[in-house]
């Protein structure tokens, strides 16, 4: 059974950081695209970061660009978004997904506000 399970949101002042960390298992995970997914409350779902399945290309929405980091550790079966200079419109769920499997986790809040 192919699970995923995001954990580290939460509540970050603007300009904050968190890392967000994704648990996968049931499929070989270093053999997979990953991707980061985010839906605003209201909003419909957003990629906004993907890394391929050995980690060496990486892609980011602009809006993120230079403030997220998303890596991997296949040995581990995780995926990571480290996120830097947060602004309040980074507010949302975050899913880590697998696109070509099409599994997503259950997602995790993050909140950035004063």
């Known amino acids: 059974e192919v699970q995923l399970v995001e954990s580290g949101g939460g509540l970050v002042q603007p300009g904050g950081s968190r890392r967000l960390s994704c648990a996968a298992s049931?499929?070989?995970?270093?053999?997979?695209?990953m991707t980061w997914v985010r839906q605003a409350q209201g909003k419909g779902p957003e990629g906004v970061s993907r890394?391929?399945?050995?980690?060496?290309?990486?892609d980011y929405v602009d809006s993120i660009k230079g403030r997220f980091t998303i890596s991997r550790d296949n040995a581990k079966g995780i995926l990571y978004l480290q996120m830097n200079a947060l602004k309040p419109e980074d507010t949302a769920v975050y899913y880590c997904?697998?696109?070509?499997?099409?599994?997503w986790g259950q997602g995790t809040q993050v909140t950035v506000s004063s």
């Open positions: 049931g499929f070989n995970f270093g053999n997979y695209e």
């Open positions: 890394i391929s399945s050995d980690g060496g290309r990486t």
């Open positions: 997904a697998t696109v070509q499997l099409g599994y």
